[in-house]
C-alpha cells in the first residue's frame, strides 16, 4: 500500500511523530523567516492549523506566530542539542534542502526505518496544498521478484506490481483548502475545508518468501558455477491454481538504486570491456583496432566514451530484463514433452512401439542430426524420452500431422500471452499456415526454429500435470482494503483462472509417469531428489540468431519438471543463458541445479517424501544431543542413531561434540566425542574431491577424520562423479566435520 499525502500525518507511521515532524518544519522556517516569502509562511500556519484541528478552542486562543514559536522550542530541545546539528542545520542555505535535512533526520531518530520524507508544497487558485513523499526505502529482501515496489517521487508505479496494480495502490492525497477576501486576505478558519487522505489498496502476493530464497540462492550459484554471462533465471508455479511461489531472473539490481549496475559479473565484464579485453580476459584485438583509429581520427575519447556507455546501457537493460516474462526463446527437448502428450492423447502411440535412430533422419531434403551422434539405435517410446532422441520426435511429429500439431500448440497457450499480471509480457513466434511445411514440423516435434516465452513453457507443462487444464499464471493473491478502524475487506480475489482442458486426466497421468522415469533414470537423473518422484525434462537449444550475427555457437541449458510425479504440486523451470565452457547441456547444469532447488523446496512446503527400500538404506540421519552427557550415555544415544563414535580426552562428562548436534550425517557417520578438558579445533585441510567417483571421495574423507554426505541421483551413484562441494578444498575445519558432495552422472 502507498501511503497518501495529509500534510505528512501518514507518512510516518505513527500520528505523533508526523506531527512533530510538521510542526518541526514550521521551525526551521521560522529560525531564517527573512529568507522566506509570505506564502511559504502560510504553508506552515496550515500545517500547524491541522495540528491543533482537534482542539479549535485552543487554536482560537493562539496566534499562529505564537505556534511557530512553540514548534521552535520543540526543534531546539530535541535537535539543537545534539552534537553538530546546528551547525549542519547552517551549512543548509537551500530552503527545501533545509526541510529534507531535518525531516530526513527526524525519521532516522524517532522511526528508524524510512530515511526520507519529504515536503513538497502548491499554491493553487483554491491554496490547496499537497505533501508528496519523495523517497521510499524498498527492503532488499523484496529484491529480485521483478515485481518490484518502483515508482516515481510522485507515486506513480514503473515496472512489475506497482505498474500493474497503479489504480489499487494508487492513495488520494489529502488537501486544505482556503478562502481569501477581494483584498487577498485569508478568511477565517471556519471557511476552510479539509479533504482528508485516502491510503491506497494491500495486495498480497502469491510468492512465498522462503521458495524465493532457495531460488535465488541457487540460481546465483549456477550463474557463477557455469559463468551464465548473459544471465539465468527460475520460477516455480503452483500446477494447480497458476500462483507462482517464487521468481528469479539474474542479474539482477538493486531496488534502490535500479540505474546503477551493482552486479559482479557485469562489473567484471564492464571492467574488461574497458581494458579492451573479452570476457575470457584475452585482448579483443579487432575492437581495440578500431577504437584507437576512431580516437585518433577524432583527435579526442568521445568515441570511446560512446562505446563505453553503449555497453553500460546494454548490461543495464540485461539487468532490468525478466527473462521468463519479457524474452522470447526456442524451448529445445523441454517440449518433447508437449509433442509426446499429443502423441498420446490422439492415440497415435503406445509403450511397444519402436524407433530406430542411426544419428540422423532425413526429412524432405534436409538431413538432420540427433544429439546423440552414433545415434540411439532402436528404443521403444519411453525410451524414446529418456533418451531425448531427436529422430524418434521427428517420426511421432509425423504421426501427429501438421494440423493437429499446429491445434494442440495454440491450445496449449503457446500463440497468446499467458496473462501474468506482470509488466511487458512477450508472445511466441511461430510458423505461419503457409511455411510449416514437413521440414519445420520435424524440427518443432523436437523444439527448435520457433520461438516461445519461459512463463509459456511452464504454464504448458503445469497443464500436462494437473490434470490436462491450463491455467492463468499470476502473482498476486488478492487486494485488500484498511479503512481508519483498522478494519479489512477483500477488493479482489485472484482466483485459478482455468483456461480450457487441453488433455485428458488418463494423458496427463500417463505422461507424469514417463517423465518421472526420465528424471530417474533417463536425461534428467541429475534432477533426481531422494523420496520425491521428480519429472521433468531437460533442454540445450541453439541460439541461431546469436549464431547468424557473431558466428558463435550458444546455447541455452534448462530444465522443465513437476513434483511429487504421482500427485503433482509444483512446477519447475531452470534457465541457464549461454553456460560457459564444455557443460553447456541442460542435463549437466539446469537439471542439477533444479534437484538442488527441489531438495529444499520440497520438504520446506511438507510435501511428504516417498521413499524406495534403496532410499531408505541411503537416508542420512541427524547427530543427537550428547553434550553435558557421560561417555556411557553418549556413546548408547550415538549407536542409538546408527552412527559410530570416537572419543578424545578418555572416560568422563562429553563437553563438546563433533558434528554438533541437528547436523545431518549418512548412516556411516563418525561422531566426536571430546571430554576431560579436551575440545574441538580447526586443524584439518578439506581436500578437494570434485571429479572423484563417490566410493573414492568416501575413502579419502573418512581418512582424513570427517564425513562426507553425498547429495544425488542414488541409481547413478556408481557412475557418478562429484561436481562440486561444502565447505570448498582448502577450508581448515574440525574432525568430524560433515563435508558435503554433490554428484551427477
Known sequence: RRPAGSFGMKLCGEPGIALMANALVGAVIHIDEKRFPVFTQRIVVHRITMILRGNEAAFRTHHAHRLIMTAMSVFQLVYLGSSGFGEQLVAHTDTEDRQLFVLHRL??????????????????????IELQPVEIVIPRNANDLRIPFQQTTDNVGLDGIELMYNSYLQGTNGKLIT?????????????????????????????????????????????????????????????????????TSKPDYDLNNYQQITDKLLLTELELFESGKTSDGTADDKDKTAETAAVEESGEEKQQDKTLDEKKTELTNLMRRNKLI???????????????????????????????????????????????????????????????????????????????????????????????????????????????NEVELATASFGQRFKVTPIQMLTAVA???????L??????????????????????????????????????????????????????KNAYVKGYRVAGKTGTSEKLATESTTGEEEYIASFIGFAPADDPQIAILVMLDEPNGSEYFGGLTAAPTA???????????EITPKYTDEELDSLDTTVPAVSGLTTEQAVNAVKESGLSYKIVGGEGTVEYQMPKSGTPIPRTGTVVLYTNGKEPSATITVPDITNMSVAGAQKMI????????????????????????????????????????????
Open 326 to 436: 519479457v524474452d522470447t526463446y526456442e524451448p529445445g527437448s523441454t517440449f518433447k514433452i508437449l509433442t509426446a502428450s499429443m502423441a498420446v492423447e490422439e492415440n497415435l502411440i503406445s509403450d511397444s512401439d519402436s524407433f530406430y535412430c542411426p544419428g540422423y533422419l532425413v526429412v524432405g531434403n534436409r538431413r538432420i542430426s540427433c544429439w546423440k551422434h552414433g545415434g540411439h539405435g532402436s528404443q521403444n517410446f519411453p525410451q524414446t524420452i529418456n533418451n531425448s532422441c531427436n529422430p524418434a520426435f521427428m517420426m511421432i511429429g509425423a504421426r501427429i500431422g501438421n494440423t493437429t500439431f499446429k491445434s494442440y500448440f495454440k491450445n496449449f497457450g503457446l500463440t497468446e500471452k499467458t496473462g501474468i499480471d506482470l509488466a511487458g509480457e512477450a508472445t511466441g513466434i511461430f510458423h505461419s499456415d503457409s511455411s510449416f
Open 595 to 605: 534437484g538442488k532447488i527441489l531438495s529444499d523446496v520440497l520438504p520446506y512446503l
Open 471 to 524: 491455467v492463468t499464471p499470476h502473482v498476486v493473491k488478492e487486494i485488500t482494503s484498511t479503512d481508519e478502524n483498522g478494519k479489512t475487506t477483500v477488493v479482489k480475489s485472484i482466483e485459478s483462472g482455468v483456461k480450457r482442458q487441453v488433455i485428458s486426466k488418463e494423458t496427463s497421468e500417463k505422461m507424469c509417469a514417463l517423465l518421472a522415469d526420465a528424471v530417474k533414470t533417463g536425461s534428467g
Open 702 to 745: 573418512t581418512n582424513y577424520g570427517l564425513n562426507l554426505r553425498a547429495v544425488g541421483n542414488e541409481s547413478t551413484k556408481s557412475t557418478a562423479l562429484i561436481t562440486s562441494q561444502e565447505p570448498a578444498a582448502g577450508t581448515v575445519v574440525e574432525s568430524g566435520t560433515v563435508i558435503t558432495a554433490y554428484y551427477k552422472n
Open 463 to 469: 497443464a500436462v500435470a494437473n490434470g490436462g487444464t
Open 107 to 128: 525519521a532516522d531518530i524517532l522511526y528508524g526505518g524510512i530515511t526520507g520524507v519529504g515536503i513538497a508544497g502548491s499554491i493553487g487558485d483554491e491554496q490547496a
Open 179 to 247: 478562502a481569501k477576501n477581494n483584498a487577498g486576505s485569508e478568511l477565517p478558519v471556519e471557511y476552510e475545508t479539509y479533504v482528508p487522505a485516502k491510503d491506497g489498496n494491500d495486495i498480497k502476493l502469491t510468492i512465498d518468501s522462503t521458495v524465493q530464497y532457495y531460488l535465488e540462492k541457487h540460481i546465483e550459484q549456477a550463474r557463477e558455477d557455469y559463468k551464465c554471462l548473459n544471465g539465468a533465471a527460475a520460477m516455480i508455479l503452483d500446477v494447480k491454481t497458476g500462483g507462482l511461489l517464487g521468481i
